[in-house]
């Protein structure tokens, strides 16, 4: 089981299960929620999921239509979670809020597009331009 928190502690987590895929994002929305040149995040089953305390919610369209929730926590701001319904039933937790972020292999890099050059991108994971079609059940 993986477990991980927010800034404060006050929301917390614990997930059961194995990642779908793990990935950097370098599209604008997740630097906006990040604040640096990405977000990295791992895609778990949803009902692997379960969260302590009481997050925040934020939803807005993506570039694609679908609608994108973004999970945080409303004292520190630490983002969490985020779900779209493109990917009904999986949510992607952010790394850096893992206990042992170590244990999770970044595999892909998607909206390569958006990537600012001071955001220098790894050579060992597989890149895309944009959001390859994945589906939970077809992992990369
Ligand atoms: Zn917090
Ligand atoms: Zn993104």
């Known amino acids: 089981m993986l477990t991980g928190r927010c800034l404060c502690g006050a929301c917390a987590y614990e997930i059961v299960g194995e990642p779908i895929v793990v990935a950097h994002?370098?599209?604008?929305?997740?630097?906006?929620?990040?604040?640096?040149?990405?977000?990295?995040g791992a895609m778990f089953p949803e009902d692997g999921?379960?969260?302590?305390g009481e997050p925040?919610?934020?939803?807005?369209?993506?570039?694609?239509?679908?609608?994108?929730?973004?999970?945080?926590?409303?004292?520190?701001?630490?983002?969490?979670?985020?779900k779209n319904t493109g990917m009904p039933g999986v949510m992607t937790v952010t790394l850096g809020t893992l206990d042992a972020p170590d244990a999770m292999v970044p595999q892909v890099a998607i909206f390569a597009r958006s990537r600012r050059a001071w955001d220098v991108l790894d050579?060992?994971?597989?890149?895309?331009?944009?959001?390859?079609?994945?589906?939970?059940a077809d992992p990369v």
């Not at 994002?25 to 990295?40: E, F, I, K, N, V």
């Not at 050579?123 to 331009?129: E, N, P, R």
């Open 49 to 52: 999921v379960t969260i302590s």
């Open 56 to 82: 925040g919610l934020y939803s807005l369209t993506s570039e694609g239509g679908n609608t994108v929730t973004r999970v945080f926590c409303t004292t520190c701001g630490s983002p969490l979670f985020g």
């Open 25 to 40: 994002c370098y599209c604008l929305d997740c630097q906006r929620l990040s604040g640096a040149g990405h977000a990295t």
């Open 123 to 136: 050579q060992s994971v597989a890149t895309f331009d944009a959001q390859p079609s994945w589906k939970p």
